[in-house]
Nanobody, 124 residues
Framework: QVQLVESGGGLVQAGDSLRLSCATS????????MGWFRQAPGKEREFVSA????????RYADSVKGRFTISRDNGKNTVALQMNSLKPEDTAVYYC?????????????????WGQGTQVTVSS
């Protein structure tokens, strides 16, 4: 059974940092792109960042570019999202996902497996 488990969320103040991790099991995901999405209350789920299968290519939403960094460890089947200079508007549930492709796409329709999410709350 495929499982994705996010961790590292929490309550922080504006300007602080958090590191989200996503552990996968039940399948080897080293051949597939992985991504992070988020959903704030009352809003649609939105793309945050993605990384291709090898880690050589990354993509970011404009709202997080320069503040967030995505990385992966294929030996451990994990993906991480380092979030710096957090803002109140970053408050959301963050989800990791595994794509059905090697290329990192921003659209959620290509992502086949999803975690349960981890809450990130940034106070002003």
């Amino acid at each position: 059974q495929v499982q994705l488990v996010e961790s590292g969320g929490g309550l922080v103040q504006a300007g602080d940092s958090l590191r989200l991790s996503c552990a996968t099991s039940g399948r080897t995901f080293s051949s597939y792109a992985m991504g992070w999405f988020r959903q704030a209350p009352g809003k649609e789920r939105e793309f945050v960042s993605a990384i291709n299968w090898s880690g050589s290519s990354t993509r970011y939403a404009d709202s997080v570019k320069g503040r967030f960094t995505i990385s992966r460890d294929n030996g451990k089947n994990t993906v991480a999202l380092q979030m710096n200079s957090l803002k109140p508007e970053d408050t959301a549930v963050y989800y990791c996902a595994v794509s059905g492709t090697r290329v990192a796409f921003t659209t959620d329709t290509v992502y086949a497996y999803w975690g349960q999410g981890t809450q990130v709350t940034v106070s002003s």
